[in-house]
């Protein structure tokens, strides 16, 4: 129904990912810790504070990195489960959520975050519909705190045939540069989050996996044709956000690392 952890996290990152759920983010250690984030292609950084909230909307994309061991609860609740929670027709008006992952306070959020985590403590001794009741209570909070004023609908999540040709031509177009959600949803006007839903339900994968694919497989042409270039500037321009993103990337989409992709080429 939802995901609820405690957790000391030591420094390190996260890579690009597109989340089904909504998260947030509450910090309960002691001191600020650093970070810096690419929210659907926005670079930010700021501090992870103590007592200050982080969300991330579902369907964007975050990768981030934070300098310091953190001690934090995470949540996350899927759309479905926040039109079961504000009792909403599960087909028509789907609340739109905004991220908001710069440090910020929500007293009201905070005292139901951590009610929820004293009632999961303690083993649960009001019964489910206590904790349904914090949990409606959450999305409710959410809704108004986060919620962009938008409402979808069930057609809204469909992708037409020259949006998604649209699409994927500017991605094949822009490779090289550092693409953002919300320049490619204005392009189809959409908004980044029914982009990610109805991208996702026409293809299968979601945008960020189309971009890394399209850029692995143009890696493997700019390999063939330049078998001496450096694999860096390789990442470099087909527009990598990192040499470590391109090795991951490169080895989970061709099966193999770059360098004994291009060492294959030389028996051919």
């Known amino acids: 129904m939802y995901l609820f952890e405690r957790r000391v996290a030591v420094s390190g990152n996260l890579s690009a990912h597109t989340f089904d759920e909504h998260m947030f983010l509450l910090p309960v250690g002691n001191t600020a810790v650093p970070f810096h984030s690419l929210l659907n ?8 504070e103590p007592g200050r909230f982080r969300f991330l909307a579902a369907g964007d994309d975050l990768s981030t990195s934070w300098s310091a061991s953190m001690d934090s609860i995470l949540i996350g609740i899927h759309p479905n489960t926040m039109q079961q929670l504000l009792h909403a027709d599960p087909g028509h008006n789907r609340p739109e959520l905004v991220s908001r992952i710069a440090a910020h306070d929500n007293p009201v959020l905070m005292h139901l975050t951590l009610a929820l985590q004293a009632y999961l403590t303690v083993g649960n001794p ?3 519909l206590f904790e349904s009741a914090l949990l409606s209570s959450m999305a409710a909070q959410l809704l108004a705190s986060y919620g962009s004023g938008r409402r979808g609908t069930a057609d809204r999540t469909m992708l037409q ?7 994927q031509d500017y991605v094949r177009d822009h490779l090289r540069y ?16 029914q982009l990610c839903r109805s991208f996702r339900a026409a293809t299968g994968q979601t945008f960020w996996q189309h971009v ?4 692995v497989r143009y890696a493997m042409e700019r390999i063939a044709a330049r078998r001496a270039l ?9 527009g990598f956000e990192s040499y470590s993103q391109f090795i991951a990337a490169f080895r989970r989409i061709a099966g193999c690392l770059p360098g004994e992709y291009r060492r294959t080429l030389g028996d051919r």
């Open 212 to 215: 890394l694919e399209r850029r």
């Open 41 to 48: 292609g926005r670079r930010l950084q700021g501090h992870i």
């Open 161 to 167: 045939r020259w949006k998604l040709v649209r699409i």
């Open 230 to 238: 450096p694999l860096s500037q390789v990442a470099h321009e087909c």
């Open 126 to 128: 009001a019964g489910r």
């Open 178 to 193: 550092a693409l953002t959600l919300g320049d490619v949803a204005a392009l189809v006007e959409m908004s980044p989050y």
